[in-house]
C-alpha cells in the first residue's frame, strides 16, 4: 500500500493527469463491483463491509482529485 506521501509525490510528476486518471478508473472500477455485489444476497454485517469498501473507494477518488488539482492548478493573481 502506498503512503499519502509517495501518492503525492506521484501525482506531482503527473502534469497530464495520466496516472490520475488511470488511478481513478482502478478506483471508480472497483466501486461499481462493489455496488454490485451489494445486490446480490448478503448477510447485514457482509453488506455494511461492503459499502464501507465502496465508500472508501469513493473518498479516494476525491483525495486523488483535490491533490492533483492542488499540485497542477495555477492560482489566480490577486490584485
Not at 445486490?39 to 454485517?45: F, G, H, I, S
Amino acid at each position: 500500500m502506498q503512503t499519502l506521501t509517495q501518492l503525492e509525490d506521484q501525482l506531482l510528476a503527473d502534469p497530464l493527469g495520466l496516472h490520475r486518471a488511470a488511478l481513478l478508473d482502478q478506483l471508480a472500477a472497483a466501486a461499481a463491483e462493489l455496488g454490485l455485489q451489494q445486490r446480490l444476497p448478503r448477510t447485514a454485517v457482509d453488506y455494511l463491509q461492503l459499502e464501507q469498501r465502496r465508500q472508501a473507494c469513493l473518498a479516494a477518488m476525491q483525495v486523488i482529485t483535490q491533490v492533483w488539482h492542488r499540485q497542477h492548478t495555477v492560482p489566480s493573481r490577486r490584485r
